[in-house]
């Protein structure tokens, strides 16, 4: 992990609110495709009761819910993005999920953007990076 992220984008009260509280997920990069870790982690969250919202360029309906090709195309609010993108391709869809004012913005595992974190975090987002929702979901029940 960035040396620079430390443990400031691993607030553990912000991770237990975020998947304790948090009702509408935006999964970015979530396609109909199983093997696909934002399938399962997509799924995981909505068998917990979360609204999932699938942003892919395809607009894919996926686990039974539609897609939207950007953030910006879903039409009610978002309480949490999550960016199932490679790093290098994190920064537009944090910049657009500062521009819907959604509630947060979630990194997994091996997605680092600081830059970019920092700028959703000085917009007024929650940030959570280099963390798996399954696993701490797991850890903070």
């Known amino acids: ?41 997509a799924r995981l969250l909505q068998r917990r009761g979360r609204t999932i919202v699938p942003v892919h360029p395809l607009a894919e309906t996926v686990l039974g819910e539609k897609g939207y090709p950007t953030l910006l195309d879903i039409p009610g609010p978002v309480d949490v993005v999550a960016v199932y ?21 979630w990194l997994p595992l091996d997605v680092i953007d600081v830059p970019s974190a920092l700028r959703a975090q000085a917009a007024g987002l929650d940030v959570v990076m280099n963390r798996c929702p399954g696993v701490e979901w797991s850890l903070h029940r």
């Not at 443990?7 to 553990?12: C, T, V």
């Open 1 to 41: 992990m960035d040396p620079r992220a430390g443990d400031r984008f691993a607030d553990l009260t912000v991770i237990r609110r975020l998947l304790h509280d948090a009702q509408t997920w935006a999964f970015v990069g979530l396609s109909d495709n199983p093997s696909r870790t934002a399938y399962d982690q």
């Open 85 to 105: 993108r490679r790093s290098a391709h994190a920064a537009e869809p944090i910049t657009q999920a500062i521009t819907i004012k959604a509630g947060a913005i």
